[in-house]
């Protein structure tokens, strides 16, 4: 027993030698290569602060060195590859036809080091085949250089307009979103006041003609009441300019008023069920999931013609989804999207907060909307908008 003991202690001692000499060869290894990267990015930062100028007389510099290292090791070893490096340089920071220059300029310094070094031909035109061999070599090695570096120049304009694009579309959205606001308020402080006023001064013209029995107290009714659904309409469609409030729980208020105005105004049943409260999410998330919520909804109303609609949110296992049920018709993707129905504004809003728009056929009939957005995301978001504010 006391042997097998310690020859497990033996071996545990072992693999603890062995774990550490590991860690720290590793340590070492990523601490060197790491060095190593930024080292280089320092050397090719430098590289692009320089003047052509300058430039062009570090790699004639470059290519002088390496002849005369040519000429020391002397013609048994070959070492003309190396001239391609001022060569590539001048490829990749400066233009094409300097680096032919260079191309040149290093195939007569390897012409005369070859000659100069004391290798003997047996005619000189072989000499001379040699450097046009060497020549054609380098030559090539510009043109791939070049067109390398054009594929780069090409694939970095078209990242930096991608960025740009969504940078303008994020903002067009961001101003359509502030101006809605403002449409919202301004309707609100503004339109309803002011059928306010002229519902309160008909009802007093109303009750005035009712003491003097007039007939026409009964039209003066009529106009109050058009009056009061005129301003509830308007504060409906102020808030659906700016349906979510800063406030904690702004997007479940929104979708439980969303829900219960399509009710009232649309004829039909539609339920907003949220089991959990969702406080994660800020504002600029919360707008986004109630503008594609309240997309799908109209979609399932005009084109789904859906009776029963139910909007659900819910977070749980590091996700925040958003779901939009109905019983509708159902509808095809491809057909909607050449009608104009808003997918694509829907699709893009998902990509916004970093997640995913799924439809899907519901059972029995119907249609399903659903958008997940993880945790992490509308958290990175918040951090963001809390930025930009």
């Not at 991608?162 to 502030?178: C, N, W, Y």
Request: charged share 25%; net charge neutral.
């Amino acid at each position: 027993m006391s042997n097998l003991l310690s020859r497990q202690k033996r071996h545990v001692d072992t693999g603890c030698h062995y774990s550490f000499q590991w860690r720290f060869w590793r340590q070492l290894i990523f601490t060197r290569l790491f060095g190593y990267i930024s080292e280089v990015k320092w050397f090719v930062s430098f590289l692009r602060t320089q003047s052509r100028f300058w430039l062009v007389v570090g790699a004639l510099a470059l290519a002088l060195i390496i002849a005369v290292i040519d000429y020391l090791t002397g013609y048994e070893v070959t070492i003309y590859p190396f001239y391609s490096i001022p060569i590539l340089l001048m490829a990749w920071f400066v233009d094409r036809n300097l680096a032919l220059l260079i191309s040149v300029a290093s195939t007569f310094a390897w012409w005369w080091v070859d000659k100069a070094s004391g290798h003997v031909y047996s005619s000189e035109w072989l000499r001379l085949w040699d450097a046009l061999v060497k020549l054609m070599f380098f030559g090539l090695v510009t043109v791939a250089a070049w067109n390398f570096r054009q594929q780069r120049d090409v694939i970095r304009a078209r990242v930096e307009l991608l960025e740009r694009s969504q940078q303008l579309e994020q903002e067009i959205i961001r101003i359509s979103e502030r101006e809605q606001q403002r449409i919202g308020r301004d309707l609100h402080d503004g339109v309803c006041q002011y059928l306010a006023a002229i519902g309160f001064t008909a009802s007093m013209l109303r009750q005035k003609l009712e003491r003097e029995s007039n007939s026409l107290a009964e039209s003066a009714g009529e106009i109050v009441n058009l009056l009061q659904d005129a301003g509830v309409r308007t504060r409906d469609f102020a808030r659906g300019l700016s349906p979510v409030d800063r406030d904690e729980g702004g997007l479940e208020s929104a979708l439980e008023e969303l829900a219960a105005s399509t009710s009232r105004l649309a004829g039909i049943s539609c339920f907003f069920i949220c089991p959990t409260p969702v406080q994660t999410l800020d504002n600029r998330s919360a707008v986004h999931l109630f503008r594609i919520a309240q997309e799908a909804l109209s979609n399932a109303l005009k084109h789904g013609r859906a009776k029963n609609v139910v909007i659900v949110l819910e977070i749980g296992d590091g996700l925040c989804s958003l779901r939009i049920s109905d019983d509708g018709i159902g509808f095809k993707t491809d057909i909607i999207e050449r009608k104009g129905m808003g997918l694509n504004i829907m699709r893009y809003r998902a990509r916004t907060l970093g997640g995913k728009l799924e439809i899907q056929p519901n059972y029995p009939s119907g249609t399903v909307v659903s958008c997940a957005l993880a945790e992490e995301a509308h958290q990175e978001l918040f951090s963001e908008a809390r930025i930009d504010e």
